[in-house]
């Protein structure tokens, strides 16, 4: 098992930018995937992006590709999402996840999950 905490969200304006942390304590995070999703108010969690253990593969969601980027540092036991150009929909919990099957979509894949951090953004 492996612990996670993020951190880093905020309240902001619309065009503006959050990097947001994923700490990660307990057993080896090099050999998890790692996985970001959120949850609006009344909306399903959803995917957002994706990270293969290594930091080599990444997948995102379309509603965020060119915009956000996954990132990790396995010597820093640390995942992280730069938000860019964030509008008023991407208002909600964000949470880090994290799995030891290839880093995927479903929620099912990932069996750690941290308590997540919010992020408000205003028009």
């Known amino acids: 098992q492996v612990q996670l905490v993020e951190s880093g969200g905020g309240l902001v304006q619309a065009g503006d930018s959050l990097r947001l942390s994923c700490a990660a304590s307990?057993?080896?995070?090099?050999?998890?995937?790692m996985g970001w999703f959120r949850q609006a108010p009344g909306k399903a969690r959803e995917f957002v992006a994706a990270?293969?253990?290594?930091?080599?593969?990444?997948d995102y969601a379309d509603s965020v590709k060119g915009r956000f980027t996954i990132s990790r540092d396995n010597a820093k036991k640390t995942g992280y999402l730069q938000t860019n150009s964030l509008k008023p929909e991407d208002r909600a919990v964000y949470y880090c996840?994290?799995?030891?099957?290839?880093?995927?979509?479903?929620?099912?894949?990932?069996?750690?999950w941290g308590q997540g951090t919010q992020v408000t953004v205003s028009s």
């Open positions: 996840a994290a799995g030891l099957t290839p880093y995927g979509r479903s929620r099912t894949e990932y069996d750690n």
């Open positions: 307990g057993r080896a995070f090099s050999t998890y995937a």
């Open positions: 990270v293969s253990w290594s930091g080599g593969r990444t």
